[in-house]
């Protein structure tokens, strides 16, 4: 998803993987794993896979995994379709936190508990087979960009 701006905008489109304004922000910082292939962007999931000194190293996390949190989009290095590099700092949205993430194939519903497609980070309702990561706090069809309250669930068995 390519993001757009005009100079006459009156107020800022909602982007991939940046917090809802309004809501309360809680944050970690870390690290991409510095031997990492994955290609992480703004809203990305990522699970914890080791640490450096004080601070996590994180990677992309699949639909399944224990999820950590979610890439806060960053205009330094993800302003439209760039990835954030291997061993660069990120902050990391969790719990408490509501985000902005792109609807995929099934449509969501405010309240829905949803889940994330991690081949393309984007929401779906849950199914009950993966690991929940949030309440749907709109509605919205595939492609559409709703706020999520991020509220990670332990993975199901």
């Known amino acids: 998803m390519t993001v757009t701006y005009s100079l006459n905008q009156a107020t800022p489109l909602a982007i991939k993987g940046q917090p809802s304004s ?8 870390g690290a991409i794993n510095p031997s990492s292939t994955s290609t ?12 450096a000194g004080n601070q996590p190293l994180f990677d ?4 399944t995994d224990e999820i950590f949190g979610f890439v806060k989009f960053d205009p330094t290095y993800n302003g439209g379709a760039y990835a954030v590099m291997a ?3 990120v902050t990391v949205l969790v719990n408490g936190s509501v985000m902005v993430m792109e609807v995929g194939a099934s449509a969501v519903t405010a ?3 949803v889940e994330i497609v991690a081949s393309g ?7 009950g087979t993966n ?4 309440t749907a706090l709109a509605s919205g069809a595939t492609g559409v960009l709703i706020p999520v309250s991020i509220d990670i669930s332990v993975p199901a068995a």
């Open 60 to 63: 992309k996390a699949a639909a």
């Open 131 to 134: 690991t929940i990561v949030g």
């Open 111 to 113: 309240s829905d508990k």
């Open 40 to 51: 992480i962007v703004g809203g990305t999931a990522v699970k914890i896979v080791g640490s």
């Open 87 to 89: 061993g660069k700092q």
């Open 121 to 127: 980070d984007l929401v779906i309702p849950s199914a």
């Open 22 to 29: 309004g809501y309360t922000l809680n944050t970690n910082e």
